[in-house]
Every structure is written in structure tokens, then in C-alpha cells.
């Protein structure tokens, strides 16, 4: 009876996703068609990008560009026709405050003004007034290979778009890797911008906005950011979460619940690439499994790994290559990100209301949210029923001893 209530006040089981309209990949088969193996070729050709030219793959080198053209080469055999955003970088000492930046290589590494790129693909089909745009930054660190940050969430992206490649759904997909996140979000930065100043209808499309900022931590957790502003609220001085990320944020746990993998909410206050559409008002959410911070006690009983140890102990350093990316976590994340896609990809998407979360999906209802208050009267009910039960008890026998 008390389970029967809970479900109730809970909603829609988890685990009941509905497939895709006619023609269109259901989250079982869009999560399959994510694999192991696809990710792993991507992450190789980012490591080849990074050992072929120096050992990075930062703003403005010859290991960026590689990696631009590995992104475009595979997204032009999937059918897509990728777009190269041509942008430049203001580049001096100022960004470059925390890192050593010491090494010439004649590639444009002096100060001074930097072309780079942002690359871009729509599916072919959905309804362009409402775009889902995925993306995750394509730049390192100088002098890092940059393999978990951020070569886990490019391949992420690309495997989502091989993925989806050919499905048909109700609305558009836009799939997004960013140039120069590491020099102040300089590529989301100038698309925004860009498009708002140049195609303000274009910009008003975009119904949210996902990110995948490091997907494949060694030491990691299942982080999905906070869009409910449940935590508290962001950072001083960085944009409030807007209406509609809770969505995000629902979709994500709904997934991962119905899949049995651990996942918690985690404040945005890191900045990526999510922080730029934010501050534009579109709603925001993504995944990430930790840079430097240390990993708790309570997480280990969650994930594994090492209590008191980093999430990515290479997080900005030279050792994150290709063996500091855990392949297992950043399959779980990308199938989790494309299941999200697809969902509100399938969905009916009302510009002029607050984003839902997916269509069919398990939805945070007004009783959901007060569940926990109800499942704590109910049990201090029970508990104050057995005690009072037990006095009666002992009030019974005492009297039969008198
Ligand atoms: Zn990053």
C-alpha cells in the first residue's frame, strides 16, 4: 500500500521510454549505435593531432587544426555537411595567466591576434525552429594533449552525430565543437554573438543547449549539472541557471535512473562553454565526471575509484592522453547525452512556454518534489505508531503482573 502510494506521488515509472516517432531510433537503439569503439578511434585521432604536431592541440597550432579536420572528415562521411566558423582570438599574456605557455613552434604561438575555428552540422531534417544544439569544446591546454579535457566530450558529440546520422526526428540537431573554450569561451562566445548580432531569428531557434566538458575522467563520478538551481544557485557574478534547465537536469536523472547508474547534480560554477548560453537565456544542462577536485568517500561507495584522490589527477597537464580517459564512463556518458538528444529532438517543443522535459519521459511534478516531505511524515507515523504500540504493550503486561 505504502509502495503503491509512493509510485503514485512518484509518477510514470522510470524506464518506460517511448520509442521514436515512424522512422526515428528509439534510446535503446540510439544508445547502441553510441560504442566503445567509435569513441575510442576519435580519442586516437585527437592523441595522433596532439603527438604529430608538438603535443598539444591548443588555440592557433597545427594539433588544432588536425583536429578540426578529423571532426569535419568523419561528420562528412556520416552525410553531414559540416561548417567551419572562421573566428579570431585576441591572444595575449592575459590568457594565459595560468598556464606555462613557453614553447615557439612558429605556429602563431606569439601574442597577438589568432585564427581558429568553430566546426558545425544539422541534421537534415526537424524542424529548424527547434534546434537542439549539443557541442563540447575541440581546444587543449598548451602543452597538454588535452584527452579528457576535452577530447572525451568532442568525441562524445561526433559518435552522438554518427549516431543519429540518418534518423529522422521532429527537430532539428545541431552538433557543435568549440574553438578557444580555454582562452574565455572564445568560440561559443563568438557564435553567440555572431548570431544574435547577424541572425537574431536563427539565434531565437535554439530551444537549449548541452555540454560535454570532460566526459571520461580516470577517478571519475556521474556529474550532471544542476538545472533547478537546487544547489543553491550559481557562482557569484556568473547567470542564473534559466527557465527551463530543470528540464535538462530531469531528463538526464530519468535517464540514468532507468539504466541503474549512479549519477548526482553538481553546481555549474565551472565554466565551459554552457556559461555563454546561459548568459544568453537559453535553457542550459550536461554531464561531466571532475577535473581536480577530490573524490569523497560517499562517491567512491557510488562509483569506485580513489577517496581523497583527483577526479582527473592530469586535469591541464601533459599526462592527459589517451590512457588518462576512461573508456567505460565516457561510453555511459555519450549514450546518456544521446538518449537526452534524442528525446527532446523527438519532442514537441512550445517556444513560447518553458522547455518540458522530453515527451513520455518521467517529469518532476509538484508532489514529486514534496515526496520526500511526505515519505518522512509517513515514516515518523510509523514510528510513533510502534512506539506507541510497544507502550501499550508494556502497560498490558504490567498490568497482568499486578
Ligand atoms: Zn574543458
Known sequence: ?????????????????????????????ITRAVTAEQL??????FQDAADAHGGDRATGTAGYRASVDHVVERLRAAGYDPRVQVFTVPYDEDHEHD???GHDDGEGMAAGPRV??????DTATGDP????????HLDSVPESPGLNDNGSGAAGVLAIAEALAGTETRNRVRFAWWGAEEI?????????????????????DIALYL??????????????YDGDSSWGG???GSPEAPAGSDAIEVAFESYFESVGLAAEEVPIDDGSDHLVFAGAGIPVGGLFTGDSGEKTRQQVDLYGGRAGTDYDPCYHDACDDLGNVDLQVLEEMSDATAAVVLGFASSEIDDAATLRPPDGWPRRSALEELSPVLTGLMVWGAVVAVVAGVAVAVRRRARAHR
Do not use: K, Q
Request: charge should be negative.
Open 129 to 136: 525552429d527547434s534546434t537542439v544544439v549539443v557541442g563540447a
Open 40 to 45: 575510442e578511434s576519435h580519442l586516437r585521432a
Open 184 to 204: 574565455n569561451l572564445n568560440g561559443s562566445g563568438h557564435y553567440v554573438s555572431d548570431l544574435r548580432a547577424n541572425d537574431p531569428a536563427a539565434f531565437d
Open 234 to 236: 550559481w557562482h557569484d
Open 1 to 29: 500500500m505504502l509502495g503503491v502510494l509512493l509510485s503514485l506521488i512518484a509518477g510514470a515509472p522510470a524506464g518506460a521510454f517511448p520509442a521514436g516517432p515512424d522512422g526515428a531510433a528509439s534510446t535503446e537503439e
Open 211 to 224: 555540454n560535454l566538458d570532460m566526459i571520461g575522467s580516470p577517478n571519475y563520478g556521474r556529474f550532471l
Open 99 to 101: 598556464h606555462d605557455h
Open 116 to 121: 581558429t575555428y568553430n566546426v558545425l552540422a
